[in-house]
């Protein structure tokens, strides 16, 4: 995001947004089970038909000219941020590790100039971000992950 004021900025300029014409919206109101945001990612939840969905899209979309929505659908999983969610047969939601397809999986050389309490934590942060998002506990188990914490 370049600066270091951006993601204030864009936080309040979505929260601004949301409070405007997000909130009081009635498609919002009738058919969206979940918002989340962070900066400028949105995970929703919607419990109506697709059509009203593509309409609250096209909404988003025209509302507020400036910005620019896109949307991916998808009735069984779908990716917000480094998450994987998954809503199985009966319904319930589970959660994964996600990484992007551009993902470049880069690593931090040990000898660089980084402080070096921040390289000895990268395990402990990387572990914790494990527990934190897979829901599963039998890959929790098996990989008896959460003990060392």
């Not at 949105?42 to 910005?67: E, H, M, N, R, Y």
């Not at 980084?114 to 934190?132: A, C, E, F």
């Amino acid at each position: 995001m370049g600066s270091n004021v951006a993601p204030p900025y864009a936080n309040a300029y979505m929260a601004h947004y949301e409070d405007t014409l997000i909130y009081t919206n009635e498609l919002f109101l009738n058919h969206v089970l979940t918002w989340k945001r962070y900066i400028d990612d949105v995970f929703c939840i919607w419990k109506g038909d697709l059509d009203s969905l593509q309409t609250f899209f096209l909404f988003l979309k025209t509302a507020w000219p400036g910005l620019d929505f896109t949307m991916t659908q998808d009735s069984h999983q779908i990716s917000f941020l480094d998450t994987l969610v998954n809503k199985d047969t009966n319904g319930n939601l589970s959660t994964d590790l996600y990484s992007k397809p551009t993902d470049r999986n880069s690593l931090l050389h040990f000898d660089s100039f980084h402080p070096p309490n921040m390289k000895k934590s990268i395990p402990k942060s990387q572990l914790n971000r494990v527990t934190r998002i897979v829901s599963d506990p039998v890959f929790k188990r098996s990989e008896n992950i959460g003990n060392e914490i």
